[in-house]
């Protein structure tokens, strides 16, 4: 995005990995080379969206009218009018792992129910009906030049569904309720909800696997990293300048390359404090730091982002003030070595059907509470994600992978959102269990340039009308404060 504050990679990372990111990029490695599976003979008019030399691919199958037929009543002129119903049957589609529905105006909203069932490819059973959540209520702000692009589009929440390779979809709207009693006794026709224009079905496969459990064994940071070393680095794995650059970004914790960035002790990320942000910090700062030791956390390499999906550049706001806490609404049917896989479909997702630049959240949390990487541009820095609409400047987005309407959350989640919030925050002087203001960038409950004040760490419901996180995960909120707090030393 051109109207983007762009990141200065020589200034993050310093001369030496600037050299590396300037050496002419080998060809692609085998592994990146492997030609993304193509929609299978027939399977027109889906339009495959992947690059040929890139991991995973899109499939998007545009949607079609499905006939109804009004129920009947004595007076066939009051009949209540069928609802519009759109959908598609598909069993010759390529693999995929996640479903998800867009349409192409991003401020429209579809009133109405969209229902996906799937064929599973090892047993050849088709799934349960499942519902998605028709508001996906995440995103960048109005009038920032990641919303105003172009390319994004409306969508529903995406859903992991596992690998399958047959797909049936229904989106049905609502009809409004009738309006009360008319002049000659009757209710009024109940009208039905619009749908948006330009529904498609979006078909996600993630790419290969990765393993979390081999990104443990990351050497841990040992000192800088040098131009040779860089040099090394990119000619034995044939790097992208994208994925060095996204690596480059958290080189002040690890070394380029690193799948993880490993725990430390508090008295260790006091120190790294110093190091990273010592001329910004008060005295009292300096007497006293409250910061919780910093949290391992899996790199994007090491869930296996594909680099190349994304926009260049990295977009920062001044400070984090704020964390706000959100769910996936991706289904908690996954299992945590099969998370890599779930981060890469909304990733893909969150790009390519719905037109970001990066993943939308800071971080994502799985349900035995691993903590990822998300959006590019340094886990310690203040980077802008696509989180919660109206709030994404001075904030950072945490999502737990799954839905917690009716679920509880597992004390691992709640134990890694406070790990990492105590640190975060910690590295900005913020407190856990206090308030905090933030201005409106515009949404469904403040108007634009409204300082509202809210708790330091906020569920996606206190800055915007949605359900997100879930009641489940929201009520939990007090004791992931108290817990961050206690982290800090406080």
């Given at each position: 995005m051109r109207g983007f504050l762009a990141s200065s990679i020589a200034s993050s990372i310093g001369v030496a990995c600037a050299a590396a990111l300037a050496l002419p990029l080998p060809p692609p490695a085998a592994a990146v080379a492997a030609t993304a599976r193509q929609a299978p003979e027939g399977a027109r008019p889906a339009q495959v969206i992947a690059g040929s030399q890139l991991p995973g691919s899109t499939q998007s199958l545009p949607l079609a009218p499905i006939a109804t037929v009004a129920p009947l009543t004595r007076n066939r002129a009051l009949a209540p009018v069928s609802a519009p119903e759109m959908g598609l049957t598909r069993e010759d589609v390529a693999h995929f792992s996640m479903v998800g529905v867009i349409w192409d105006d991003p401020a429209a909203e579809l009133h109405g129910q969209v229902q996906v069932r799937t064929r599973a490819t090892d047993k050849g059973a088709w799934s349960r009906w499942q519902n998605l959540q028709t508001h996906n209520d995440d995103g960048a702000d109005p009038g920032s030049a990641e919303r105003t692009s172009g390319r994004v589009r409306g969508s529903t929440a995406p859903l992991w569904v596992g690998d399958s390779d047959g797909v049936e979809v229904r989106v049905r709207a609502e009809g409004d309720r009738p309006s009360g009693e008319t002049a000659r006794g009757t209710r009024a026709v109940p009208a039905a909800s619009a749908l948006p224009s330009g529904l498609?079905?979006?078909?996600?496969?993630?790419?290969?696997?990765?393993?979390?459990?081999?990104?443990?064994?990351?050497?841990?940071?040992?000192?800088?990293?040098?131009?040779?070393?860089?040099?090394?680095?990119?000619?034995?794995?044939?790097?992208?300048?994208?994925?060095?650059?996204?690596?480059?970004?958290?080189?002040?914790?690890?070394?380029?390359?690193?799948?993880?960035?490993?725990?430390?002790?508090?008295?260790?990320?006091?120190?790294?404090l110093m190091a990273l942000r010592g001329s910004k910090l008060t005295a009292s700062q300096h007497k006293k730091p409250y910061i919780g030791p910093r949290p391992r956390i899996i790199t994007r390499r090491g869930?296996?982002?594909?680099?190349?999906?994304?926009?260049?550049?990295?977009?920062?706001?001044?400070?984090?003030?704020?964390?706000?806490?959100?769910?996936?609404?991706?289904?908690?049917?996954?299992?945590?070595?099969?998370?890599?896989?779930?981060?890469?479909?909304?990733?893909r997702y969150h790009v390519k059907s719905m037109g970001w630049r990066d993943i939308g959240y800071n971080f994502l949390v799985d349900k035995c509470g691993n903590i990822?990487?998300?959006?590019?541009?340094?886990?310690?820095?203040?980077?802008?994600?696509?989180?919660?609409?109206?709030?994404?400047?001075?904030?950072?987005?945490?999502?737990?992978?799954?839905?917690?309407?009716?679920?509880?959350?597992?004390?691992?989640?709640?134990?890694?959102?406070?790990?990492?919030?105590?640190?975060?925050?910690?590295?900005?002087?913020?407190?856990?269990?206090?308030?905090?203001?933030l201005k409106s960038g515009g949404g469904n409950l403040y108007r634009k340039g409204k300082n509202v004040r809210l708790n330091v760490i906020s569920g996606h419901r206190d800055g915007y009308a949605t359900d997100c996180p879930g009641k489940q995960l929201y009520r939990k909120l007090g004791t992931a404060r108290s817990t961050a707090a206690r982290y800090q030393g406080r």
């Open positions: 498609r079905l979006e078909l996600v496969d993630p790419g290969g696997e990765t393993s979390t459990r081999g990104a443990a064994l990351a050497v841990p940071y040992s000192g800088p990293t040098d131009a040779a070393q860089a040099a090394s680095l990119k000619t034995e794995n044939a790097e992208s300048e994208e994925s060095l650059a996204a690596s480059a970004a958290n080189a002040d914790l690890v070394p380029l390359g690193a799948t993880v960035i490993p725990a430390l002790s508090r008295t260790a990320t006091v120190r790294e869930w296996g982002a594909n680099e190349r999906l994304r926009e260049k550049g990295f977009v920062y706001t001044k400070k984090v003030k704020a964390a706000f806490v959100h769910h996936t609404a991706t289904g908690n049917g996954y299992r945590c070595s099969q998370a890599a896989s779930v981060i890469r479909g909304i990733y990822y990487e998300g959006r590019a541009g340094g886990v310690a820095k203040a980077v802008k994600g696509a989180h919660t609409l109206g709030f994404n400047n001075n904030s950072m987005g945490i999502a737990v992978l799954g839905g917690f309407g009716s679920h509880k959350p597992p004390a691992a989640v709640l134990k890694a959102i406070a790990r990492l919030t105590a640190w975060k925050l910690g590295l900005y002087g913020a407190n856990p269990r206090g308030k905090t203001y």
